[in-house]
């Protein structure tokens, strides 16, 4: 059972999470209707049904919109919320008049966001509030002033960050008494410079690698949950290939898959599974039958040996390791 300790912690030991950036219509501020309500219901539900219990969100997502449809369907479906875990993401201000799309990670911005989430979301408190890319102008010690007053107030649980490096995350961690516990980047067989960067120490290709180097051993060493948005590769390897690489992984995977009575979706998430840093996958798909799609890596360890692990790694980046 999942006690209050280890929502706090995060993402226990969730294999899966559900994205729902494609929730709420369309990307503009117009309003959202009984059909999209009806959307996210369907979406949710699925999501449910593979026993996915994490939700992620940002307040960005569809212009707030995603946030506020999941709170429509809280509020129709009691005890919802006491068998989910929420986490939200804040500190991107999209561009508005004469305003330029920024970072805002400014201690007092922080807490309006999270205030205007917990009103979207319907609930009274936040699992885990991700800060959603790093502010430059950003004073660490502000921020950690701002998360420790939320947390004092038992408005959020637990912290973590998204598409930050290691050094970045020491910096915010050492002013934090609160341990930050989850990661949010970019990964997927697609998106392979997180595990390129391991392998291309000493050779000619590494100055190619933007990477940041030793962000996922950071992470593994101080118990920070690696999530994966992009987890899918935007269907890359399940029905949009453009490439020769492309399309022999896509045929790979389907070969697996086959054999080990599963789907494709599900080989390119047990791929990002099996990896040591125990790596959580969010689905961002709004489609029921692309969520039931990613079950058994809902519910089965994966069921890649070393040698197909590698297959699939070197079928996508299309040559052969150095």
């Given at each position: 059972?999942t006690?209050?300790?280890?929502?706090?912690?995060?993402?226990?030991?969730?294999?899966?999470?559900?994205?729902c950036?494609?929730?709420?219509?369309?990307?503009?501020?117009?309003?959202?209707?009984?059909?999209?309500?009806?959307?996210a219901?369907a979406?949710?539900?699925?999501?449910?049904?593979?026993?996915?219990r994490?939700?992620?969100?940002?307040?960005?997502y569809?212009?707030?919109?995603?946030?506020?449809?999941?709170?429509?369907?809280?509020?129709?479906?009691?005890?919802?919320?006491?068998?989910?875990?929420?986490?939200?993401?804040?500190?991107?201000?999209?561009?508005?008049?004469?305003?330029?799309?920024?970072?805002?990670?400014?201690?007092?911005?922080?807490?309006?966001?999270?205030?205007?989430?917990?009103?979207?979301?319907?609930?009274?408190?936040?699992?885990?509030?991700?800060?959603?890319?790093?502010?430059?102008?950003?004073?660490?010690?502000?921020?950690a002033?701002?998360?420790?007053?939320?947390h004092?107030?038992?408005?959020?649980?637990?912290?973590?960050?998204?598409?930050?490096?290691?050094?970045?995350?020491?910096l915010?961690?050492?002013?934090?008494?609160?341990?930050?516990?989850?990661?949010?980047l970019?990964?997927?067989?697609?998106?392979?410079?997180?595990?390129?960067?391991?392998?291309?120490v000493?050779?000619?290709e590494?100055?190619?690698?933007?990477?940041?180097?030793g962000?996922?051993?950071?992470c593994?060493?101080?118990?920070?949950?690696?999530?994966?948005?992009?987890?899918?590769a935007?269907?890359?390897?399940?029905?949009l290939?453009?490439?020769?690489?492309?399309?022999?992984?896509?045929?790979?995977?389907?070969?697996?898959?086959?054999?080990?009575?599963?789907?494709p979706?599900?080989?390119?998430?047990?791929?990002?599974?099996?990896?040591?840093?125990?790596?959580?996958?969010?689905?961002?798909?709004?489609?029921?039958?692309r969520?039931?799609?990613?079950?058994?890596?809902?519910?089965?360890?994966?069921?890649?040996?070393?040698?197909?692990?590698?297959?699939?790694?070197?079928?996508?980046?299309?040559?052969?390791?150095?």
């Open positions: 059972m006690t209050e300790n280890d929502m706090a912690r995060g993402t226990g030991e969730e294999r899966l999470l559900y994205g950036m494609g929730l709420g219509g369309a990307w503009d501020t117009t309003p959202y209707g009984a059909a999209e309500i009806d959307q219901e979406a949710i539900q699925a999501a449910l049904d593979i026993g996915i994490g939700f992620d969100h940002a307040d960005i569809r212009h707030g919109k995603s946030e506020a449809v999941f709170g429509e369907v809280l509020a129709r479906t009691p005890g919802l919320r006491e068998r989910i875990r929420i986490q939200t993401k804040c500190g991107i201000r999209p561009a508005e008049g004469d305003r330029p799309g920024m970072y805002d990670l400014r201690g007092e911005s922080i807490r309006r966001q999270v205030e205007a989430s917990l009103e979207r979301l319907r609930t009274d408190v936040i699992d885990v509030l991700l800060l959603h890319r790093p502010d430059p102008l950003a004073d660490p010690e502000d921020i002033r701002a998360l420790r007053s939320l004092r107030q038992k408005l959020v649980r637990g912290f973590g960050v998204s598409n930050m490096s290691a050094a970045q995350i020491s915010l961690q050492a002013r934090l008494d609160v341990p930050l516990v989850a990661n949010q970019d990964l997927s067989l697609a998106r392979r410079d997180w595990l390129e960067a391991g392998v291309l000493n050779t000619a590494a100055a190619a690698v933007g990477f940041p180097e962000t996922l051993e950071h593994r060493a101080h118990g920070i949950r690696l999530q994966a948005w992009g987890a899918l935007r269907g890359r390897f399940t029905g290939q453009t490439t020769p690489e492309e399309r022999a992984t896509a045929a790979y995977a389907a070969e697996l898959a086959e054999a080990k009575g599963t789907t979706e599900t080989i390119l998430l047990w791929w990002l599974q099996r990896h040591p840093a125990r790596i959580a996958p969010v689905v961002g798909s709004a489609r029921p039958d969520i039931r799609a990613c079950a058994d890596a809902a519910r089965r360890e994966p069921a890649l040996t070393h040698e197909e692990w590698y297959r699939l790694w070197i079928s996508a980046r299309g040559a052969a390791l150095p």
